[in-house]
């Protein structure tokens, strides 16, 4: 059974980092894009990056570029969100996903999705 899931969320003040990891298990992620989203109480998910599967092409959402970076190791069949540079408004449920196919930053392309991690940014 394919399965993702989310570790790395924490309290942090803002301006502080964190590493986001998502571990597969049950299929070869190496063979599928991956994507990072987030949820807020009362809004939207939305898309914050996605990587390829051999790491060519990446994808980021305005407001994080220059804060986050998503990278792959697929010896360990793990993708990393490292966020830097965090504020308040980033505060938010982070889910990883994945698909066999090209990066998009659109939920609905994804089949398989984590359970997600939190993150808080607050002071």
């Known amino acids: 059974q394919p399965q993702l899931v989310e570790s790395g969320g924490d309290l942090v003040q803002p301006g502080g980092s964190l590493r986001l990891s998502c571990a597969a298990s049950g299929f070869a992620l190496d063979t599928h894009a991956v994507a990072w989203f987030r949820q807020a109480p009362g809004k939207e998910r939305e898309g914050i990056s996605c990587i390829d599967s051999r790491s060519v092409s990446t994808y980021y959402r305005e407001s994080v570029k220059g804060r986050f970076a998503i990278s792959r190791d697929n010896a360990k069949n793990t993708v990393y969100l490292q966020m830097s540079s965090l504020k308040p408004e980033d505060t938010a449920n982070y889910y990883c996903?994945?698909?066999?196919?090209?990066?998009?930053?659109?939920?609905?392309?994804?089949?398989?999705w984590g359970q997600g991690t939190q993150v808080t940014v607050s002071s």
């Open positions: 996903a994945a698909r066999p196919l090209a990066i998009t930053p659109t939920s609905r392309e994804y089949p398989y």
